[in-house]
């Protein structure tokens, strides 16, 4: 398609919005119906025109982007399989190693709590010998009390890499879909469209309000 042709084209489709606006801001007398039928003829017109000047450099583009984008994905494909296989073994890594770690603070916790409880009881000991007049006992059960040290429970750090790093994604799956609340459920726009299209608007869905647009149509064969 040689450039003039393209600009003659353009030119042609870059008039009609002025072109349409002089007919008025409405329809009032058949006159004027007749030349807004007219003006939307000559649209579909050059609509065709314009589809097939740009149709075959489309699939032309299309057909030299899809066997590009297959080369890409056959050099991309060895790369995204090492890749996975990588980032499963990191993952499986970095989940055992936060085990680790919470493993160790259950433990830090658990030592911390049976410390108490034993400070607990050596202090009911020292009471109960301070009540029965053994005053240096007593004294002597509260100071190991004081003395205990907190208990000691390595918690491993969290490791650290180079340009890599975890974090705890979630995601879901549906076991029931009948006990999931409603505010969670999305209507299903694709087929009520489809219903209400189908009995032509006459069914009564709850909810739904039928809308009734008048859609302009060419006929093919109008402007052939």
Do not use: H
Request: aromatic letters at 6%.
């Amino acid at each position: 398609m040689m450039n003039q042709e393209l600009q003659q084209l353009e030119k042609r489709a870059g008039d009609l919005p002025a072109q349409v606006r002089s007919l008025g801001p409405k329809i009032q007398d058949q006159a004027t119906l007749e030349r807004v039928n007219k003006a939307k003829l000559y649209i579909r017109e050059l609509r065709n025109e314009v589809r097939k000047v740009f149709e075959p450099m489309k699939k032309k583009a299309y057909a030299a982007y899809k066997e590009i984008l297959n080369q890409y994905k056959k050099v991309e494909a060895p790369i995204i399989e090492a890749e996975k296989y990588c980032d499963r073994l990191l993952a499986e890594w970095f989940a055992e190693q936060r085990r680790i770690r919470e493993e160790a603070e259950r433990k830090r916790l658990e030592a911390i709590r049976k410390q108490k409880e034993e400070e607990e009881r050596k202090l009911r000991e020292a009471l109960e010998a301070e009540n029965a007049g053994k005053k240096e006992e007593a004294e002597k059960i509260i100071n190991q009390v004081i003395e205990t040290k907190p208990p000691e429970v390595k918690n491993p750090e969290k490791p650290k890499l180079k340009g890599v790093y975890s974090r705890i994604d979630y995601d879901f799956e549906i076991v029931d879909v009948t006990k999931i609340p409603r505010e969670y459920m999305i209507p299903d726009e694709t087929l009520i469209r489809k219903v209400i299209r189908a009995s032509k608007g006459k069914v009564v869905i709850p909810g739904i309000k039928v809308i009734a647009k008048e859609i302009v149509v060419t006929r093919t064969e109008a402007y052939r």
